[in-house]
């Protein structure tokens, strides 16, 4: 970033706070280089693009990247609370620290006995008061009496601590609204403030943290011990049962698997029970406390470590393994499998660890640091892939994003053409709405008109049934009721999620045109629907993406503004500007002018380098992954493979992924349990050797009686009531193959012995004789013998041995015979979902647990997605693969790059941070716009037509360069790698156009 010298005196090098965090910086001994601008334009690049305050937000996650952090953040959250009050000579002490202060010391909180002001009343004098802000709490209602949650009034804070959310580089927080507000400038003077006035004030407060701190009481510790105690007796019991083989295994988990994921569990259990109740008995005014709750440092996980218990030591996803003969460390017994012998610390660090527990503290401390170390080098590698496969992307003049051949990659950046730092989460409440609510917050009908119309508005009495503003009303309730059909089935996959990611703070500028305007809220309104809805829609016609005339260009603008255009137009109805706002012509027409202007300046410059912002964008988060992302979803042991080694497979389009699995849907709107089951027994992959026990091979000569003592009974009821077409016994052989199946396995499959016998007899209807065990004996047993044709040869001519013979069958019909299901699906969950569905009063219902939106589906390890779409019953618009060769090959390249981004998505979210959807959008978009997917390696992008300098830039360089000198290949030298290897101005940013100057 660009920095203004401040010179100091002596050898300071001095950095504010803020600023480390961009760099990654901290001060235990980091260099950093310097640059110096030598000439008029690096010197006017660096003020006008690369100063500190222009970085403030980030189009990575378009909210902000420094924020208040460390002392200021605790010392910010200790002067908001409520027992905080200064002194006349305090609070003057620290009004000279407020900066650009008018000199006017604010009313004191309280008069008598002595004047008082509050630790509120002084961060208030840096918030600036332009930001109003508010975020409830959980609970909701009484939440100023708890001061819980935040209200900021024109820059007064109401209620509520400052914390990370708020003040720090959090979206939708004051260093994000006073950028959004009031500029770079406005956003610096903030941070600056805040550390200025809190810093003065925690000098004379002070913060200290001491081992007093994580000293629990007497009663916490006996809680904290009966809590152990309960999940450890818990334990044994599990022990007990799985010993004593009376434990029932989990679905698609065996015995072993269950018993540790059942103790797992448990031992879970203990540590939350006891964080939480050490949690509630320290006091607020806990130093630790603070720092974790301000979000300063340190967390509660920190805390109840401290302080109650350490708990499981995991290794590999695992608790500690056995390293030793059957035991982890020589201090246990062999085959203990209790919590504290696999690694369970029962101790705090308070208290100390004992040298067992300390051994496997050691080991998990460990795997951190082997994963970190072997993680720097695979993300690292990922980056530079990323970087190379999209440097030469740019925004151009026309709106489109293309390379240096100039291909189109996109038509539109980011599908709506706007920068990312302009966009902020939003909500769109004409989502969720049930009819009525919509129309009462709407529907304004001027032939009967409601009471407030005629008391509070300025023509009230003079409009009821005007025939002219009847129509524009109709037109807009229309517009509104085909925005909300649309935006339900835009987004549809997401459910009933309100908030979405567009441009411009309507809201916000509605309520800064109302302080501007000094607009009441008794006020009675002067506008007219003839004003008003007119006004709005030419605002929207100007609100253009796309430029052109013709039919496409309509459509495609259209679609790139749909979703913002349909939250203004619910946000400057009618009704609400008149009835909610009361808003006078003037502010609404500068609300109109405001949101033009801020429209006109928030489109993607043309010349930034896209390319390689999204691809810094996406390889960022992916350093912040843990390497080794164990996770289960639910109970099944439906392994997914997520972090790093997910998104190199999604990078590299591997063709065999470590965990495919699909999501396979009924085409019925509300899938009941009974018929996913239906479909899973249809779908489930099952061949004989999932359902056999043992086969044997006899030589039993005697064909209507038998050798074998435990058949006797069958072959001779067999014989005794023959079925039709029974086989005559001279042609069949003396050898035969018997198949035990495993009685267990059946009934698990739900496939009973006269179906597989059916099954083997389809497969070979000429070439066996198939006798089968009742349904009911305790052995399931199947007799086949093989038959001969009618002119038997001599034998030793007669090809192969018998016996060989027969044990190449049973190799055969234990992997290819394929009782049921779809080859490729070795696993298929039942899987509870939830669907939206509409309710009766219009309103969309996505509740948890309630029949209307319960839908079952099945969840499958392993995948075929053609043949599973070909299976009745199944919904192809739904049902999902996470193979990406499989989506390409059945469902074509527009789905193949929807998944891809959706792919992409799952992952970056699963570690919970957010990327702007335009960098995924973009990355997806250069691995599918040849028509094909091609993946980021130097078989997939470097295989492209771009010039062979930047080719030859990331791998196979000799290669490359041989070639193209021997096929004589020219290079146009547009792209960014080649001009910098020739020292040359790149064609991008400030480089990106020419001046022209007639003389």
Known sequence: ?????????????????????????????????????????????????????????????????????QDSLAGAYKLCRRDVFLTKEQIMNCMLWVPNWDGVIPQPAIYKPRPRWTGKQLISMVIPKEVSLFNGTDSGENAPLKDEGLLIQAGQLMYGLLTKKNIGAAAGGIVHISYNELGPEGAMAFLNGVQQVVTYWLLNNGHSIGIGDTIPDAATIAKVQVHIDEEKAEVARLTAMATANELEALPGMNVRATFENKVS?????????????????????????????SGSKGSSINISQMTALVGQQIVEGK?????????????????????????????????????????????????????????????GYIQRRLVKALEDLSARYDGTVRNSLGDIVQFLYGEDGLDAMIIEKQKLGILNMSNSAFEKKYRLDLANPPDWFKHDYEFGNELTGDKESMEYLDQEWEKLLADRRQVRQINKSKGNEEMMQLPLNITRIIESAKRVFNVKANDRSNLRPSEVIPAVQNLLDNMKIVRGTDEISIEADANASILFKALLRSRLAFKEVVKEHRLNKLAFDHILGELQNRWDRAFVNPGEMVGVLAAQSIGEPATQMTLNTFHFAGVSSKNVTLGVPRLKEILNLAKNIKTPSMAVYLNTPLARQEQAKKLRSMVEYTNLRSVTSVTEIYYDPNITETNIPEDVDMVESYYMIPDESVDPTANQSRWLLRITLDRQKLLDKEIKIDDVAQRIKEEYPTDLAVIFSDNNADEQVIRIRTLQTGDKDEEGEGGMEEDVMLKRLEAHLLDTLTLRGVPGIERAFLTKGTRLTEG??????????????????????????????????????????NDLYQIVEVFGIEAARAALAKELTNVLAFDGSYVNHRHIALLVDVM???????????????????????????????????????????DDCRGISENVMLGQ?????TGNFDVCWIP
């Open 840 to 881: 009766p009063d219009g309103a969309l219902l996505a509740i948890k647990d309630d029949p209307r939106c319960t839908q079952w589906y099945l969840d499958t390890s392993g995948t075929a997605l053609r043949d599973v779409l070909a299976v009745d019953g199944v919904d192809a618009t739904r049902t999902y693969t």
């Open 319 to 379: 608790r500690i393994p056995f390293g030793f003969k059957y035991r982890t460390l020589p201090h246990f017994t062999k085959d203990d499998y209790s919590p504290e012998a696999r690694g369970f610390v029962e101790n705090s660090y308070l208290r100390g660890l004992t040298p067992s527990e300390f051994f496997f503290h050691a080991m998990a401390g460990r795997e951190g640091l082997i994963d970190t170390a072997v993680k720097t080098a695979e993300t």
């Open 928 to 970: 599918t716009y040849r028509g094909s997917i091609s993946a980021v390696t130097r078989h997939g992008i470097n295989r492209a037509d771009t010039g062979a300098l930047m080719r030859c830039s990331f791998e196979e360089t000799v290669e490359i360069l041989l070639e193209a000198a021997a096929t004589g290949e020219l």
């Open 265 to 293: 569990m448990a031992l879970n259990q203990a540590r939350d029970k006891a964080g939480t109740t050490t949690q509630k008995s320290l006091k607020d005014s806990n130093n630790a406390v603070t720092m974790a709750s």
């Open 1 to 69: 970033m660009g920095h203004r010298v401040r010179v100091m005196p002596y050898s300071t090098f001095r950095l504010n706070l803020s600023v480390t965090s961009p760099y990654n910086a901290d001060f235990d001994g980091d260099e950093m280089n310097l640059h110096v601008p030598q000439s008029e334009e690096t010197r006017a690049e660096v003020k006008e693009l690369c100063l500190v305050p222009l970085n403030i937000v980030s189009p990575q996650k378009n909210g902000p990247l420094m924020g208040i952090v």
């Open 985 to 989: 101005m790149a064609p991008m940013g």
